[in-house]
Structure formats: C-alpha cells, structure tokens
C-alpha cells in the first residue's frame, strides 16, 4: 500500500523559511515523478512543484520560483521542498503526492495527508 | 499558462439526481485533463484520468468526457457519500487546476 506522510510544517515568520519532507513507503520510490500541492485556507488547489524519478528534472510554479527548492532523496524515499522567503500567502497545507510516471507531472494518484504551513508575525 | 475555469463554483443537488460539472480550458489540451474529488479535511482523490478513463474501484456512476478545451464530468445518481468539492486538473503543460466545484445535498 503506498503511504505518503509529510512532516515538517508549522508556524514561520513572514521572509524565514522551512523545509517538508514527505516519506515514502510501499513503491518503488525513484520510479516515479513526485510532486507538492498547496490549498490555502479554504480555497482550491494550487500545483507548485515537480520533480521526475531520478531528481534530475524540476519544475515550478511562478508563484514560487527562485524561493522555493524541490528535492529527493532516493536512498531515503523521501521528498523534500525547501521554502525560502515565505511570505503570508504561502499560508496553506502542502500536499505530497505520487505521480503514475516516472517523468511527467499529470497523474496525481496518491496523495499525503497534508502539512499546515502558516506564514505569520 | 493555461488556465481552468469551472463550472458551477456550486451546486445543490438531490440524492439520485444527474450531476454535471463543465471545464474549459483556456487551449487545446487534447484529453490531458483529469478530475478530483475532495471530502472535507481531506486529501484528494484521483476520479477520472486522460478525461474519460475511471480510476480503479472509482464506482461507475462517475464519468469524464470531453478533449481540446470543453470537459464534462458526470455523477449519473448522486449518493449522499458524493458530498465534496471536485476539481479538474490539465498537464498539457505545467499542472494546473481548476477553481472547484462544491457540491451539496439538496
């Protein structure tokens, strides 16, 4: 059974920054594309990263991009996303989930069970 | 980027009713178009993959249709565990979602 479980999250002030981690259990972990999800206090839901099997290829949405580093570590089956220069709204549960291919980012067919960041003074 | 616009942003509905929720995007994106189901406080859940295939143990009541820019999904009789807000995905490009549609018992 796949099992995806995030840690890491919680309160931050406005320009600190945080790292999740999402570990990986019951696949093949370096076989598949992974990837985060953000969804804001009750609002949708909002794709901010990918990253491909072997770690090699990466991407992000622009809302992020230059502050916010996705990583894996293959020996370990976990993800990571490093977050820098958070601000408020980047306030949202972060969402690992597993892709269905190695390379793309389309099938988001396991999903964790979220970690709450809130950027706040 | 390509953007996804949804349709109702709500809808209440009668257990056994036929429900439809529309997608349009912004481009062609051909069937690179999936649909989520989302229960409160929960994860997602992966429905209707590539716009009409369903997902396995995804009971047969739910269906996806559509390719290029209009999309369907379809709940054929509405059951009282359906309550939640569904979203639709494109990956012809980067990922993006739709803004979701919140879906009630009447």
């Known amino acids: 059974e796949v099992q995806l479980v995030e840690s890491g999250g919680g309160l931050v002030q406005p320009g600190g920054s945080l790292r999740l981690s999402c570990a990986a259990s019951?696949?093949?972990?370096?076989?598949?594309?992974m990837t985060w999800v953000r969804q804001a206090p009750g609002k949708g839901l909002e794709w901010v990263s990918g990253i491909s099997g072997s770690g090699d290829s990466t991407n992000y949405a622009d809302s992020v991009k230059g502050r916010f580093t996705i990583s894996r570590d293959n020996s370990k089956n976990t993800l990571y996303l490093q977050m820098n220069s958070l601000r408020a709204e980047d306030t949202a549960v972060y969402y690992c989930?597993?892709?269905?291919?190695?390379?793309?980012?389309?099938?988001?067919?396991?999903w964790g069970q979220g970690a709450l960041v809130t950027v706040s003074s | 980027d390509i953007q996804m616009t949804q349709s109702p942003s709500s809808l209440s509905a009668s257990v056994g009713d036929r429900v439809t929720i529309t997608c349009q995007a912004s481009q062609d994106i051909s069937n690179f178009l999936n649909w989520y189901q989302q229960k409160p406080g929960k994860a997602p859940k992966l429905l209707i993959y590539d716009a009409s295939y369903l997902e396995a143990g995804v009971p047969s009541r739910f269906s996806g249709s559509g390719s290029g820019t209009d999309f369907t999904f379809t709940i054929s009789s509405l059951q009282p565990e359906d309550i939640a807000t569904y979203y639709c995905q494109q990956y012809d490009n980067l990922p993006s979602f739709g803004q979701g549609t919140r879906l009630e018992i009447k």
């Open positions: 989930a597993k892709d269905r291919v190695i390379l793309a980012n389309a099938w988001f067919e396991s």
């Open positions: 019951g696949f093949t972990f370096s076989s598949y594309a």
